[in-house]
């Protein structure tokens, strides 16, 4: 059973990033959004849940954009951190990685910033459109959880 819960967790993260990475940060956001009610549909401790809030650990909630993940020796921790919407890019999308390490380390470049007002902080991940939703229901009064 415990193999199977393994699998069914990366196959979920594996949905969702290949989901994700064809989206625009604007879609992402969109889509984050949109699964918030199957999200608290799930038992916390399910594979399901978990792999949920793994996956969209990785988009921030401000810009949609894929945030890095950073290592702070001084306290022992990793923390998921937005760039400002830079990433790696091609300079020569035809080219690609090229045929060789050279060739792909000489075709990247960072992107231009969206000066993203969560660069430098936390991504909150799917954790965000859950408050979110919570406080418009408390608003209007309705409840969508299950």
Not at 30 to 46: A, G, T, W
Not at 49 to 60: E, F, L, M, P
């Amino acid at each position: 059973m415990e193999e199977y819960n393994d699998k069914l967790y990366e196959a979920i993260q594996e949905g969702i990033n290949t989901i994700t990475g064809n989206l625009t940060p604007v879609n992402r956001l969109k889509f984050m959004e949109s699964i918030v009610p199957f999200y608290l549909q799930q038992k916390e401790d399910s594979e399901v849940y978990d792999g949920i809030r793994s996956a969209t650990a990785q988009i921030c909630h401000e810009c949609g954009e894929f945030c890095s993940t950073t290592y702070d020796e001084r306290h022992d921790e990793e923390y998921i951190v937005c760039q400002g919407g830079s990433r790696w890019e091609f300079i020569d999308k035809e080219k690609g990685i090229g045929n060789s390490e050279e060739e792909m380390k000489s075709n990247l470049r960072w992107s231009t910033s969206n000066k993203c007002t969560n660069e430098g902080w936390d991504s909150e991940g799917i954790s965000y459109f859950v408050d979110k939703l919570k406080q418009e229901e408390k608003k209007n009064g309705v409840s969508n959880k299950t």
